[in-house]
C-alpha cells in the first residue's frame, strides 16, 4: 500500500506530441517501505519513463509482512500517463 509520495512529472515535450500510456516498473519494497532496486518493464518516449522512476524511487509504501515481520517484496508498479 503506497504511502506517500508525488506523481511523475508529464515532460512538455511528450504532451506537446501527446504520449499517452503506462509505465510498468519492477522495484523491490525493502522491509522500511523504501522503494529500491528499480528497473522499467515497460516505457514510453520522450523522457516519461525516467519521469516515472525519479517519481517511484521517491515513494513510501507499508512494508510487506511475512509471519508478521517486515520482509523486502519485489512490486511491479504501473504509472499511468494521461492527458488531461
Do not use: C, M
Request: proline residues 5%; aromatic residues 8%.
Amino acid at each position: 500500500v503506497k504511502i506517500s509520495g508525488n506523481d511523475p512529472i508529464y515532460t512538455e515535450v511528450a504532451r506537446k506530441a501527446n504520449v499517452q500510456g503506462i509505465v510498468i516498473i519492477e522495484a523491490i519494497i525493502d522491509q522500511n517501505g523504501n522503494v529500491t532496486d528499480v528497473r522499467v518493464l515497460k516505457g514510453l518516449p520522450l523522457g516519461l519513463d525516467s519521469s516515472a522512476l525519479n517519481a517511484v524511487k521517491q515513494w513510501k509504501f507499508k512494508p510487506g509482512t511475512l509471519n508478521g515481520q517486515a520482509v523486502p517484496v519485489y512490486y511491479n508498479l504501473t504509472v499511468t500517463f494521461r492527458i488531461q
